[in-house]
C-alpha cells in the first residue's frame, strides 16, 4: 500500500484521467442524447439537461459522486505509476 503515498506525479496523473474520462463520456452521451450534460466517470457527479425555462434549475449536483471519482482515478493513478516505475527499475 505504499504505492498510495501521495506525489505530484500521481496527482497531476490523477486529475488528468478524471478530466479526461469525464470528456470522453461527455462526448459519448451528447452523441446520442444531445440535450444531456454530464460530468464525471464512472460516476456523473454534475448533470445538466436542457433547454432550461428562465428561472429553473435544469442542474444537479453529487458531492459524494465527486469524491468516490476522484478516489477512483487516485487509485488507479498511483497504481499506474507504480507499475511504470516497477518497470523501469
Request: with cysteine; net charge positive.
Amino acid at each position: 500500500m505504499n504505492f498510495l503515498k501521495p506525489s505530484v506525479k500521481t496527482i497531476v496523473l490523477a486529475f488528468f484521467l478524471l478530466v479526461f474520462s469525464s470528456l470522453l463520456w461527455r462526448l459519448f452521451v451528447l452523441s446520442r442524447i444531445s440535450d444531456t450534460f454530464p460530468v464525471g466517470f464512472p460516476f456523473q457527479f454534475f448533470l445538466s439537461w436542457g433547454p432550461c425555462q428562465p428561472g429553473g434549475n435544469c442542474s444537479e449536483f453529487n458531492g459524494l459522486y465527486l469524491v468516490f471519482d476522484v478516489v477512483i482515478w487516485y487509485v488507479v493513478a498511483a497504481w499506474v505509476i507504480h507499475l511504470f516505475q516497477k518497470r523501469t527499475a
